[in-house]
């Protein structure tokens, strides 16, 4: 009660400070942003030979941790049931999410989990995939209404086609054909589908692609604080 204002990421908390009984002049959205600079080199063929991915590869790519309401279990159950030429990259995550992870995706050598890694070698990997993927579970509160994702936002800078669940959270940026294709959350088989049609598809790709990368544009960090202030 005695702060002047209060910033949230999204809608869908603001409403949640406003149902709580919070003065609407009080509370401001402003979502996450990304530091387009990181994304200048923008090179697939440069970024597949430094990570030793082949350059015929088909790929797809989720950066980001693994909790359970991320959504990557989803990932692993629809590239275990996708083209076998399909490589699916998951980049991050800490134990004891990792674990769980690995197991599921044992004995399937088209999925690769890196682990780990500094934020300039995981978007080596973004760089070098043909999709981006945030398979969010609709089970969790913070994944369907609370979420922000950084990735997101890195996604769309990548310039990388993105397939995302079709949330409350990710509906405040992403739009159906336009900058993305929104998919049943967790449902393997309609995320595995999506990739698929993504990959088999270059002009719809590109198109996807081109428009995130056009609409993330204004979405920097000094633009968010100049919205707060």
């Known amino acids: 009660r005695r702060m002047d204002g209060i910033v949230t990421i999204t809608e869908g908390l603001r409403q949640w400070y406003l149902e709580t009984g919070f003065d609407p002049a009080r509370v401001l959205t402003a979502a996450d942003a990304v530091d387009l600079a990181s994304f200048n080199q923008n090179s697939r063929s440069d970024a597949r030979r430094d990570l030793n991915i082949r350059f015929e590869a088909p790929v797809a790519c989720y950066i980001g941790h693994l909790y359970p309401w991320k959504g990557v279990d989803i990932l692993v159950a629809a590239a275990r049931e996708t083209d076998p ?29 890196t682990g780990h890694l500094s934020p300039a070698l995981a978007r080596q990997y973004l760089i070098a995939s043909d999709v981006a993927v945030l398979p969010f579970t609709a089970h969790e509160t913070i994944a369907r209404d609370h979420t922000s994702p950084l990735k997101l936002f890195e996604y769309m800078a990548a310039e990388r086609p993105i397939v995302a669940s079709n949330l409350p959270s990710l509906r405040e940026v992403l739009h159906d054909g336009e900058n993305a294709i929104p998919v049943a959350p967790d449902d393997p088989e309609m995320l595995g589908a999506a990739v698929t049609r993504v990959l088999n598809d270059q002009e719809l790709a590109h198109r996807l692609a081109c428009t995130a990368r056009a609409e993330v544009e204004k979405r920097t960090w000094s633009n968010r604080a100049g919205l707060i202030l």
């Open 85 to 113: 030429k399909v490589q699916w990259y998951i980049v991050g995550g800490l134990e004891p999410d990792l674990d769980r992870i690995r197991k599921s995706a044992a004995g399937h050598p088209n999925i690769h989990i």
